[in-house]
């Protein structure tokens, strides 16, 4: 990939590709990673994925961590819809620079990311902090119901 890059560089002053990491990817090239260029700027839509860690936890709940580096709870959203499906979503802003910006490498725009609560999560009592950079959401899970015991009860 890099051999080609260099090769692109030399006979075009310019590279452009598509760089892939767990849950989304990045353009680059003309007219992308630049400055007031994205493509939510251009008018269409971009959402790329949140990458989550899910911690099966035998405390009794289920965690989920995601990394928002820079993102405040104001700039997210957590619901939970009828059909048991967790939603994550945000936006993450250019932020404001006191000079024009030479190179742009930070992902910017809306994200989201769906998890489908397992069976044995619990749809009440779902909580979220975010600290040091990091969504850590708990899911608790049913507590286990005893088996009803098949008692007789001796007639005779």
Known sequence: VMKEMAKQWK?????SGRVFWPGGGVE?????CKP?????????PSTSQLPIDVADAPEGFYTLYADIP??????????????RVLTIS???KAPLADAPLQQ???????????????EDAEG???SAKVADGVLTITVPKKQPQPEPVDEQQDIF
């Open 36 to 44: 007031g260029s994205s493509s939510q700027q251009q008018g269409k």
């Open 11 to 15: 006979e075009t002053g310019s590279v």
């Open 104 to 118: 742009q490498e930070r992902v910017l725009g809306s994200f989201e990311r769906r998890w489908e609560l397992p």
């Open 124 to 126: 009440e009592g779902i």
């Open 90 to 92: 945000g936006e993450r």
């Open 70 to 83: 820079g993102l405040s709870k104001a700039d997210l959203s957590i619901k939970l819809s009828k059909e």
């Open 28 to 32: 680059f090239g003309p007219n992308r």
